[in-house]
């Protein structure tokens, strides 16, 4: 079963506009939030997490927001850039901290 | 400290063939994970070593896996007796455990390049 679901493969931004990038989850017991870049033939990146307790976080042009009630979790980027290009992953934990990964969504920016 | 590293980067191996993978982790970190990504999916988690420790290991570890942290720095992940189902790319991640509670929250996992493993 996927607890952790990004239902968006691939998403095409503008270069200069926001890009919405979409988490669900399913599993109410999760309690720790993260967003992970990965470029292809390299290791996940960390961008930014959330805790359960909170409903947002922003760092940067990178913002999280958390909706606890809808198990929804969505990663902002504004102004999106041509390097921000590669797959983005959600990822979920609770207790024992191993990491629950999504699918992943591959943003593309075009000038 | 440059970040988690992982020896070799790319393997291609026999079906049959026994294959180790090496992670050296951030020098202060004293959590290990290993996680495996196919094609299409994102990493999932095979197992994590707190010091030299082994706390849990997923199902998706059959008999075959082994993996070891035998002085609490370096891991190493060995598959025996290799199938074309192993083909995927293994990551290792690590962080610290500031409250040195086992099975208890730690900082941010960072990750590896990863060992790309093909069984032909």
């Known amino acids: 079963d996927q607890q952790v679901k990004q239902n968006s493969p691939s998403l095409s931004v503008q270069e200069g506009r926001i890009s919405i990038l979409n988490c669900d989850y399913t599993?109410?017991?999760?309690?720790?939030f993260l967003w992970y870049k990965k470029y292809p033939a390299e290791g996940p990146t960390f961008l930014i997490s959330?805790?359960?307790?909170?409903d947002k976080n922003e760092d940067g042009r990178f913002t999280v927001f958390l909706n606890k009630s809808a198990k929804h979790l969505s990663l902002h980027i504004v102004p999106s850039q041509p390097g921000d290009s590669a797959v983005y992953f959600c990822?979920?934990?609770?207790?024992?901290?191993?990491?629950?990964f999504g699918t992943g969504t591959r943003l593309q920016v075009f000038p | 400290d440059t970040g988690v590293s992982q020896d070799p980067r790319h393997k291609i191996t026999k079906r049959g063939q026994n294959v180790t993978f090496r992670c050296d982790p951030i020098?202060?970190?004293?959590?290990l994970y290993w996680y495996r990504q196919t094609l299409g999916q994102g990493p999932e988690f095979l197992t994590y070593?707190?010091?030299?420790?082994?706390?849990?290991k997923s199902r998706l570890l059959s008999d075959r896996f082994s993996a070891e942290r035998p002085k609490g720095s370096f891991s190493t992940l060995e598959i025996q007796r290799t199938e074309q189902g192993d083909s995927a790319m293994y990551l290792c991640?690590?962080?610290?455990?500031?409250?040195?509670?086992?099975?208890?929250?730690?900082?941010?996992?960072?990750f590896g390049p990863g060992t790309r493993l093909t069984v032909l």
């Open positions: 991640a690590s962080s610290f455990d500031r409250w040195g509670l086992a099975g208890g929250p730690t900082d941010t996992q960072y």
């Open positions: 599993n109410s017991m999760f309690d720790y």
């Open positions: 959330i805790s359960s307790i909170k």
């Open positions: 990822a979920a934990m609770f207790n024992t901290d191993k990491l629950i």
């Open positions: 020098s202060e970190h004293n959590r």
């Open positions: 070593f707190q010091n030299e420790a082994q706390l849990e």
